[in-house]
């Protein structure tokens, strides 16, 4: 029995607990994770595999610090990114927690050096931008670079240790429930925790469960759009002007054709493309270290398209284009622009004869063309064509394009201002997994307003 059980610890379920242990040091607090400790996790296709081994759980996507601890750690310091938590609260509430989450991850080892303060340098890139019909958002970036993440992260999960109970390798199967008051949850090998409040925080990679769950338990939810796209990759100088001066550029686009949204996402400069396993699909991803540098650069182009009734199945829709280009492919799928635009399949022969080296060598070279859909695949060339012009080269025959990238956000749970779902007392949502963030900071804030919130209960 306990006075809080989280499920997942990435950052929001992380912070949840971090705040906790501050508000209340005599609590007793658990926090369930599937997959390992942080100085266990590995995955065998990034230490030299050729191939994806399908571990049971997978050691990039789960395990402590979450999805995003094996990315390039990158804090968003503003609430125009990363999320949606100004529908919960006002704009000034968020700014303050983003802050006080920023303060907490300096105290754990975070680096000091913030990218994209100069607001004459924002205000020049912005009007290139705004000539080009895009849209830049002022998004300052701490970046930590992969293994500073993961320090920071070990020493978060050290800090913790002593102070709550932290159990990894186990998986939640159930939620108990009675009379409209959740009560714990059951693992899959039958043991069973009892709390007076549940936190649910289970990431993208445990969306889906968290979606079949609530529906059991007719905890109402709403479509959120389905974010479907590639990952682009190409010579570093081609974004050097730009990735010099803001780091990571969030550029919003809206494509002629369709009127579809795309925006650019987890941009690395001088990084690598890597592969993810979510549940035997394999996606596409990138990340970028602090000290080690590639001659590359990588970002993704997501398209997002919200659909309207009946459709109910956003990540099942990202799931199913994804697995066409492992079908074809054996896992990912990479292709030159322009083989893609004269309608051609990318070989090892044309990939070995462009004038950048794929940083990712298990993609298979293909076509795109047979696994996106044509509304999408449209808007990501006019995207493209877009950022030639701020950025000139991006739109070069030789870019390589890498998919299937998906994000594998679930339905927005309907939730108070609090995150405590209206259907079920006590029970809390939080994070990506919930449709409520999108980014490491914004998913620990919410971690930090919500064991506020039950301890000042």
Known sequence: MYNVAIIGAGPAGIFTALELVKQKPDWKIVLVEKGDKIEKRQCYLRNGSKKCTNCGTCGLLCGWGGAGAFSDGKLTLTPEVGGHLTDYMPYEDVQKLIKYCDDIYL????????????????????????????KLVYSPVRHLGTEYSLHVLKHM???????????????VKNLIVENKTVKGF??????????????????????????????KHKIKMINNAVDVGVRVELPAPVMEPITSKLYESKLIYHAPTFGDEVRTFCMNPNGEVVSENYNGIMTVNGH??????????NFALLVSKKFTEPFKEPIAYGQHIASLANMLGGGILVQRLGDLLEGKRSTEERIKSSIITPSLQSATPGDLSLVLPYRQLTSIVEMLYALDKIA??????????YGIEVKFYSARVQLDNNF??????????????????????????????????????
């Not at 105290?107 to 020049?124: Q, R």
């Open 420 to 457: 405590e779902t209206k259907d079920v007392k006590n029970l809390f949502t939080i994070g990506d997994g919930a449709g409520v963030t999108r980014g490491l900071l914004q998913a620990s804030a919410s971690g930090v307003h919500c064991a506020r919130y039950i301890t000042s209960k």
């Open 392 to 401: 000139p080269g991006v739109a070069s025959r030789y870019t390589l394009l």
């Open 186 to 215: 059951e693992t899959n090998d039958g043991e069973l925790f009892f709390a007076d409040y549940v936190v649910v925080a289970p990431g993208r990679e445990g969306a889906d469960w968290m979606a079949h769950e609530f529906s």
């Open 157 to 171: 999960q050290d800090y913790l240790s002593d102070k709550i109970e932290i159990i990894n390798n186990k998986t």
């Open 107 to 134: 105290e754990h080892g975070a680096t000091n050096e913030v990218f994209g303060l100069d607001k004459e340098t924002y205000a020049d890139i912005a009007h290139k931008a705004t000539l080009a019909e895009l």
């Open 288 to 297: 970028s270290y602090a000290d080690k540098k590639t001659p590359n650069t």
